[in-house]
């Protein structure tokens, strides 16, 4: 009985495992390679299908077709479409300018419109001076524009122009008689001195019924052209305070109602003034009648 049970644990196997299973398991063990064998093999399978799925041209050709349709079925449907376009802020010459500069054949899908793109478009137009694009619900493209209002007309040698008050173009003038409103300069380099020439402007107020316009000379200082071919010449620094001496003497003096061509006032410390012929002529007369002339 001893020799049975003796043979019987001598024939039974050891359950530890052997040193070579025991590395394999420790080994299976690892973060790295548990996650590889998690992740990465089903990965390298899948990329292994999808590579052999793949490499037949007319399947290529077929997955592209079926997503192009799926995209078009979904950017196509009636929500993301956009049917019109609606401005406000801009008149009508303007609003046909910027459906002109868009240039959009609804409908369109909304997933097709460039907004940002749009609006570039719309602010590159000169009378636009900002505006705001964005897609109202029911399929509509909202454009808000905010236009530039024209502060003065410049005569150039490309004609008559409305500029704003920072002198950026706004748009062309067929003639003067057109806005009679809006005042008038004219020189070469006028346009970037639109600010100084509306402060002479509205110095000017007492004057406004005679104002013809202003002249620049040289690019660097104004001219004031009154009517009677009366002008005012100023000096490049502070014209305003000069233009308000002038008016000044006129006030105390009359100075402006008198046979007077030229107030020159380009030397601060000596204004001088240019008479009429026909008033020089007299003052000579004048002076030989009371014989200083001799």
């Known amino acids: 009985m001893q020799q049975v049970i003796r043979s019987r644990a001598q024939t039974r196997p050891d359950p530890a495992p052997s040193r070579l299973n025991y590395r394999v398991q420790r080994w299976l063990l690892t973060p790295g390679i548990r996650l590889g064998l998690r992740i990465g093999v089903p990965f ?26 799926l995209r078009a079925s979904i950017q196509e449907r009636p929500e993301f479409m956009v049917g019109l376009m609606a401005i406000d802020g801009a008149g009508p010459n303007l609003s046909e300018d910027i459906r002109e500069a868009v240039a959009l054949d609804f409908p369109v899908s909304s997933f097709d419109l460039d907004l940002e793109q749009i609006r570039d478009r719309i602010i590159g137009l000169d009378p636009v001076k900002a505006a705001s694009v964005r897609i109202r619900p029911g399929g509509i493209l909202q454009v808000d524009v905010v236009e530039r209002q ?5 005569r150039s040698r490309a004609g008559l122009s409305m500029l704003d008050e920072s002198g950026i173009h706004v748009d062309q003038l067929a003639g003067r008689t057109t806005r009679p409103d809006l005042p008038l300069i ?4 006028a346009d970037r001195a639109v600010g100084e020439a509306l402060a002479l402007i509205a110095a000017a107020r007492p004057l406004a019924d005679r104002l013809r316009g202003l002249v620049r000379v040289g690019e660097r200082r104004w001219d004031v052209v009154l009517d009677r071919g009366q002008r005012i010449l100023l000096p490049p620094d502070r014209p305003v305070r000069a233009l308000e001496r002038v008016l000044a003497l006129d006030e105390v003096r009359e100075l402006l109602d008198r046979d007077v061509t030229v107030v020159d006032m380009r030397l601060r410390a000596r204004p001088t003034v240019r008479m009429t012929g026909d008033a020089v002529e007299d003052w000579w007369k004048i002076r030989r009648i009371n014989g200083y002339g001799q």
């Open 44 to 69: 390298c399978l899948c990329f292994a299908l999808g590579s052999a799925f793949m490499a037949d041209q007319a399947r290529r050709d077929a997955l592209a077709v079926f997503l192009s349709d």
């Open 150 to 154: 024209p502060a003065v007309i410049w």
């Open 186 to 189: 004219a020189g070469q380099g």
